[in-house]
T-cell receptor, first 120, second 115 residues
Framework: AQTVTQSQPEMSVQEAETVTLSCTYDTSESDYYLFWYKQPPSRQMILVIRQEAYKQQNATENRFSVNFQKAAKSFSLKISDSQLGDAAMYFCAYRSGRVYSGGSNYKLTFGKGTLLTVNP | NAGVMQNPRHLVRRRGQEARLRCSPMKGHSHVYWYRQLPEEGLKFMVYLQKENIIDESGMPKERFSAEFPKEGPSILRIQQVVRGDSAAYFC?????????????FGQGTRLTVV
């Protein structure tokens, strides 16, 4: 079974600074996807960024980027120019590349989360 | 295009009562996933349904919990004889019927409190 570990229960960053959130995972599969989700106090789960395991290039979405180290099974999230609105719980998640019969597979395994505080 | 709709947002039940949580997927989505988030925890997969079919229920507790996604209407997660340990936020996500789907969309969750 796959596991996802987030070793930092809480992190804080000054506004406009950069912060990196850590995530490691364990799997025997070669085809999979990794995600970072943001959960603000409203509880809405918001997809921040996605990485396909077969892609060597690290994914980037505006101020958010990842450092994907496949051999080390590490998938960290870097937030640049932090803003007050970035304050939230961040979850790392794993999805197998295996597809169920009938198509689709969005069964996610989540880490326990990192609570990010942004200080003005 | 409305997002994934869950209702109610908040549900209070006394121990022993039944809880029914509803999830209407996004238009065009026929795949629904239910997750549970206990306090201070990440989301944990419970069940994956397609219309009229349970595809994967490996995360469902063996007793008291059931889920359905009928041909018409929302998906329902049903918890019978609730206990205090069932208190949690329950999330539903939906995706289109494609192996190439790159994202599932989450609802805002139902917070169940058992008193």
């Amino acid at each position: 079974a796959q596991t996802v570990t987030q070793s930092q229960p809480e992190m804080s960053v000054q506004e406009a600074e950069t912060v990196t959130l850590s995530c490691t995972y364990d799997t025997s599969e070669s085809d999979y996807y990794l995600f970072w989700y943001k959960q603000p106090p409203s509880r809405q789960m918001i997809l921040v960024i996605r990485q396909e395991a077969y892609k060597q290039q690290n994914a980037t979405e505006n101020r958010f980027s990842v450092n994907f180290q496949k051999a080390a099974k590490s998938f960290s999230l870097k937030i640049s120019d932090s803003q007050l609105g970035d304050a939230a719980m961040y979850f790392c998640a794993y999805r197998s590349g295996r597809v169920y019969s009938g198509g689709s597979n969005y069964k996610l395994t989540f880490g326990k989360g990192t609570l990010l505080t942004v200080n003005p | 295009n409305a997002g994934v709709m869950q209702n109610p947002r908040h549900l209070v039940r006394r121990r022993g009562q039944e809880a029914r949580l509803r999830c209407s997927p996004m238009k065009g989505h026929s795949h629904v996933y239910w997750y549970r988030q206990l306090p201070e925890e990440g989301l944990k997969f419970m069940v994956y349904l397609q219309k009229e079919n349970i595809i994967d229920e490996s995360g469902m507790p063996k007793e008291r919990f059931s889920a359905e996604f009928p041909k018409e209407g929302p998906s329902i997660l049903r918890i019978q004889q609730v206990v205090r340990g069932d208190s949690a936020a329950y999330f539903c996500a939906s995706s289109p019927p494609s192996s190439m789907a790159t994202e599932a969309f989450f609802g805002q969750g139902t917070r169940l409190t058992v008193v």
